[in-house]
Nanobody, 132 residues
């Protein structure tokens, strides 16, 4: 079964750090383009970062210099390290990938996450809350 399972969300004060994880199964993780989206209450869903193998292929301007995406091939896991968190980073964070062999598209903005019409595989979402 193709699956993504997230973990590591929680609450933190502004300026703090969190690392969220997304563990994959059921597909060729090493070759998959992996991405993180986030959606704050009442807001659109924004693409935060994408990673192809070890190369970052997209990063949201507002998180550049603060968030780092990486992957551990041995653990089939992709991480989002979030430093210097701000209240505006509060959101549900989702990892996503294309469903093989159908494919899919990482759009920078979606009206709602998850969006299975664009990407076939989503994690369950993990809430990150940053207090001021």
């Amino acid at each position: 079964e193709v699956q993504l399972v997230e973990s590591g969300g929680g609450s933190v004060q502004a300026g703090g750090s969190l690392r969220i994880s997304c563990t994959a199964s059921g597909f060729d993780f090493d070759e998959a383009l992996m991405g993180w989206y986030r959606q704050a209450p009442g807001s659109q869903c924004d693409l935060v970062s994408t990673l192809r193998r070890t190369a970052v292929t997209y990063s949201l301007d507002s998180v550049k210099g603060r968030f780092t995406v990486s992957r551990d091939k041995a653990k089939n896991t992709v991480y989002l390290q979030m430093n210097n968190l701000k209240p505006e980073d509060t959101a549900v964070y989702y990892c996503a990938t294309r469903r093989p062999p159908v494919g899919g598209t990482f759009y920078p903005t979606l009206s709602q996450c998850p969006a299975y019409e664009y990407l076939g595989v989503w994690g369950q979402g993990t809430l990150v809350t940053v207090s001021s």
